[in-house]
T-cell receptor, first 116, second 116 residues
Framework: KNQVEQSPQSLIILEGKNCTLQ??????????LRWYKQDTGRGPVSLTI?????NTKSNGRYTATLDADTKQSSLHITASQLSDSASYIC???????????????FGQGTILTVHP | DAGVIQSPRHEVTEMGQEVTLRCKPI?????LFWYRQTMMRGLELLIY????????DSGMPEDRFSAKMPNASFSTLKIQPSEPRDSAVYFC??????????????FGDGTRLSIL
């Protein structure tokens, strides 16, 4: 069964500190992995998208890594800011015959709270 | 760029009533997605369109749900009759090209639906 599991479920850190969020998946055949940030009351916003051949991608203070062999990804946030408080969702896409976009499997998200 | 526009932002109605959610995708995007998000189940893809044609509706929970895209700039998600368990936040997103081109999905801010 295709699954995406994220850990931890929630995380509290102090402003300025770094943190790492984890995403493990069993999706196959893998196409790409996306990290989204979702602020309270808003829609998700794309942070990074990685294909099988990419093992790291950065977007400002956000750096995502991908290990396709172990089927693990992480999102590292450097020098956290109060505005980083949000839910972070990992989404894995896999090829599905007959569909042009593939299938998406979603993690439950990690809720990050940054305290001053 | 106005982004993906959803209406209404909030909807409260009694069970049994028909509910229609509306979405205007970003101009030029040829993929449109409808999602549902709840605390229990997280983010779920309901259906997506490519060039106004429904491609994958396997996520639509029941026949009470229907979605249309009469033209490239407008889509509706309809629930008839509505039930309390349909209460959720419904997101619309749009994107260009297929997932293997690694284009991000752009989400609207959602419609918060409450069925009493």
């Amino acid at each position: 069964k295709n699954q995406v599991e994220q850990s931890p479920q929630s995380l509290i850190i102090l402003e300025g500190k770094n943190c790492t969020l984890q995403c493990n998946y069993t999706v196959s055949p893998f196409s790409n992995l996306r990290w989204y940030k979702q602020d309270t009351g808003r829609g998700p916003v794309s942070l990074t998208i990685m294909t099988f051949s990419e093992n790291t991608k950065s977007n400002g203070r956000y750096t995502a890594t991908l290990d396709a062999d172990t089927k693990q990804s992480s999102l590292h946030i450097t020098a956290s800011q109060l505005s980083d408080s949000a839910s972070y969702i990992c989404v894995v896409s896999y090829n599905a015959g007959g569909t042009s976009y593939g299938k998406l499997t979603f993690g439950q998200g990690t809720i990050l709270t940054v305290h001053p | 760029d106005a982004g993906v526009i959803q209406s209404p932002r909030h909807e409260v109605t009694e069970m049994g009533q028909e509910v229609t959610l509306r979405c205007k995708p970003i101009s030029g995007h040829d993929y449109l997605f409808w999602y549902r998000q709840t605390m229990m189940r997280g983010l779920e893809l309901l259906i997506y369109f490519n060039n106004n044609v429904p491609i994958d509706d396997s996520g639509m929970p029941e026949d009470r749900f229907s979605a249309k895209m009469p033209n490239a700039s407008f889509s509706t998600l309809k629930i008839q009759p509505s039930e309390p368990r349909d209460s959720a936040v419904y997101f619309c997103a749009s994107s260009t090209r297929r997932q293997t081109s690694n284009q991000p999905q752009h989400f609207g801010d959602g419609t918060r639906l409450s069925i009493l």
